[in-house]
């Protein structure tokens, strides 16, 4: 959990998890509006080449994948 505090007078206001708070600070009467930051977006995984090569031979139109000699 989070310490919430004014922005203004720096009174703790509250102690929890939110997404969006708007609270007004009792002690000196400033209107605080709190948002959530954004998590930070996680990595895509890395292409596999043999799904890659699946894709481009379904694909219309398109000439077969040649296969590399033995």
Known sequence: MEEIRCGQCAR???V???RRLQIKCPRC???NDLR???P???R???SNRE???HDHDRTAG???AKEAPP
């Open 44 to 46: 895509r995984g890395a």
């Open 29 to 31: 009467g400033t209107l």
């Open 36 to 38: 959530a930051e954004s």
């Open 51 to 53: 799904e890659l090569t």
């Open 62 to 64: 398109s000439a077969p």
């Open 16 to 18: 929890g998890d939110y």
């Open 12 to 14: 703790k206001l509250a």
């Open 40 to 42: 930070t977006p996680e």
